[in-house]
């Protein structure tokens, strides 16, 4: 049985700073249909735990939603940049904090369905203050909080944004293991 579609042809729509969309003509068992496709290069999300209790949260203007967003710190891979430095970098970029430790969680595709992002979660310990060097557009604020606190942001919709819960779903499992 054929599962996989046949790319019979491409032609790229858009170029921009942070993806490019392309549309792709697809055959499948006899049909052609277009797809359109973000190209996306890739991004880190960091779950940082200062202490054995606590977790990080950065809140920052997020245009599309149309409003402020409590998240785990992340960002964009640079072109060559290794996933785990990049997750070092924007840490540090958007917390201030280094980390003595830092290990991959899990990689996640956030909307499949049309995009080609590979989001690479990790997590971060044994952290060091210091200053936070925001990207020029960014406006945080940075704050911990206990993970039932978290949990129970997300539960009343204070949180929704999906790479952080994944990382607090995560967390909950880990620590009630």
Not at 56 to 81: C, D, K, N, S, T
Not at 111 to 140: K, Q, S, W, Y
Request: hydrophobic share 45%.
């Amino acid at each position: 049985m054929e599962r996989t579609p046949k790319t019979v042809a491409t032609r790229e729509i858009y170029a921009g700073r942070i993806f490019e969309v392309r549309v792709d003509t697809v055959e499948f068992a006899g049909a052609r249909r277009e797809i359109d496709v973000v190209e996306h290069r890739g991004s880190v999300a960091v779950l940082a735990l200062p202490a054995p209790d606590s977790l990080l949260l950065v809140r920052q203007y997020r245009h599309p939603a149309g409003r402020e967003l409590w998240e785990i710190p992340a960002g964009m891979i640079e072109p060559g940049e290794e996933p785990a430095v990049a997750a070092r970098r924007e840490l540090l970029e958007e917390t201030g904090y280094r980390a003595a430790r830092i290990a991959p969680m899990f990689g996640l595709y956030p909307t499949p369905g049309f995009c080609t992002e590979l989001l690479h979660l990790f997590v971060a310990e044994g952290l060091e203050a210091g200053n936070a060097a925001p990207d020029e557009d960014e406006r945080i604020d940075l704050q911990a909080f206990g993970l039932p606190q978290a949990l129970a942001m997300l539960g009343d919709g204070t949180i929704c944004d999906l790479k952080t819960a994944a990382a607090l779903l995560w967390l909950a499992r880990k620590r009630h293991q």
